[in-house]
């Protein structure tokens, strides 16, 4: 898998984007930025039509931007708008919590159970 650094002002956060993250998931985030680095790249969209989207690593652009950081690795994917709705929801799924009404507004039920939700979720 090749990266490519991006400048982090060219990055554009996905509008529907449930995720969010607690001042204490925050600061680890932030302390794990500074020991480690970028261990993880951000995952953007670099369909015609998409480009510059994150799909994945919204909370470490965030931090990162916070920290003063200019340049982030990147991988870059070439997705329609409902692939990357679809990929932003499963590299979210395994933690964190999540915004209700955002995910309610952006995502049906039956995409939320394709990409891995449970019916009572």
């Not at 990266?3 to 680890?28: C, G, H, M, S, V």
């Amino acid at each position: 898998m090749e990266t490519k650094n991006y400048n982090i002002n060219d990055l554009i956060f996905a509008e529907y984007n449930p995720r969010k993250i607690n001042d204490k998931q925050k600061q680890d985030l932030t302390d794990s930025i500074k020991r480690f680095g970028f261990v993880e790249p951000v995952i953007v969209n670099v369909n015609e039509e998409r480009k510059n989207i994150i799909i994945s690593g919204h909370q470490r652009v965030k931090v990162a931007k916070e920290m003063g950081i200019q340049f982030v690795p990147c991988v870059e994917l070439d997705l329609t708008r409902d692939k990357e709705k679809e990929l932003n929801i499963r590299m979210n799924k395994s933690g964190g919590e999540w915004d209700w009404d955002i995910l309610k507004q952006n995502f049906t039920a039956p995409e939320l159970i394709t990409y891995g939700f449970l019916d009572e979720e």
